[in-house]
């Protein structure tokens, strides 16, 4: 089964400002062991099983400090490939993108692996577990988001509500998404035990994920489809790149994947994690 991990990588945080701004975005910023976020999230990524390529999503400006990040700790040589937007639009924008150039170069049942370029997760293997689930899910047709088992009440995150009446195999099936909520709001979930942290991190086959747009999003797809046809892709030795026309992106809606599509669909199922 082909796995590409898909890095979201374009934003600027600005929790940080002014650690963390346009030059010098929070996953380039180096941590005490020398590497940085999203060195990291390439090395996590590249050494899952079943992985063929890595693909990037990132903006202009960052592509070449993108190529020489992973450079210095590609070793292995895995196969890469870049998404450039000229603008953000949001992650339902990437993720069609991504899905679209996917179908196309490995087809409808390669997995996407989904990942926000600026997490540490520090248990590896736990990731990799949950990745293992996360997939056998995504092969029997549900777009997985993998839940962060809550250690506290925390209020600066969205939650998962899942379904306790639904186990899956691996995985629980979704009842819904919960904003962020107020302190008391989020201390019951956590005495429920059926609400985790939304990761923002997703696992679906191709396939399974453009239909889902295409039925919940059909906006959303069509004008990414667009700018597809109007874009340039060319390739290299080193990887493939599809730079996005940025007239025709102007019309794609700037929505989130979440709103767009996860907190839609019927078929989302949720892997309850703990990877540090």
């Known amino acids: 089964m082909e796995l590409i991990p898909v890095i979201l990588s374009g934003g600027v945080g600005s929790r940080l400002w002014p650690v963390s701004r346009e030059a010098h975005p929070k996953p380039f910023m180096d941590l005490p062991d020398g590497q940085n976020l999203i060195q990291k999230t390439f090395l996590r990524a590249s050494r899952l099983e079943g992985v063929v390529e890595v693909l990037t999503v990132t903006n202009r400006e960052l592509l070449f400090k993108t190529e020489d990040e992973y450079g210095a700790v590609n070793t292995a040589k895995h196969a890469q490939a870049f998404i450039l937007e000229p603008f953000g639009r949001n992650t339902a924008a990437a993720v069609a993108a991504a899905a679209l150039q996917l179908e196309a170069t490995h087809g409808p049942d390669a997995q996407m692996l989904v990942l926000a370029a600026d997490h540490l997760i520090k248990d590896e293997k736990a990731f990799a577990a949950a990745?293992?689930?996360?997939?056998?899910?995504?092969?029997?047709?549900?777009?997985?988001?993998?839940?962060?088992?809550?250690?506290?009440?925390?209020?600066?995150?969205?939650?998962?509500?899942?379904?306790?009446?639904?186990?899956?195999?691996?995985?629980?099936?979704?009842?819904?998404?919960?904003?962020?909520?107020?302190?008391?709001?989020?201390?019951?979930y956590v005495?429920?035990?059926?609400?985790?942290?939304?990761?923002?991190?997703?696992?679906?086959?191709?396939?399974?994920?453009?239909?889902?747009?295409?039925q919940h999003a059909p906006d959303v797809v069509e004008a990414v489809s667009k700018t597809i046809e109007s874009s340039r892709l060319t390739s290299s030795t080193k990887y493939r790149c599809l730079a996005l026309d940025a007239d025709a992106f102007t019309k794609v809606p700037d929505i989130s994947i979440d709103y767009a599509l996860m907190e839609r669909s019927s078929k989302v199922a949720t892997v309850p994690c703990d990877i540090g």
Request: hydrophobic content about 40%.
């Open 131 to 188: 990745v293992s689930s996360a997939m056998a899910l995504a092969a029997d047709g549900w777009m997985v988001t993998f839940g962060i088992q809550p250690t506290y009440p925390e209020t600066g995150f969205g939650y998962i509500e899942a379904q306790k009446d639904a186990p899956l195999k691996g995985g629980l099936k979704v009842a819904r998404f919960v904003e962020k909520p107020n302190l008391e709001t989020a201390q019951n």
């Open 191 to 214: 005495s429920a035990g059926n609400y985790f942290w939304n990761s923002g991190m997703f696992c679906f086959r191709v396939g399974t994920v453009l239909e889902e747009l295409r």
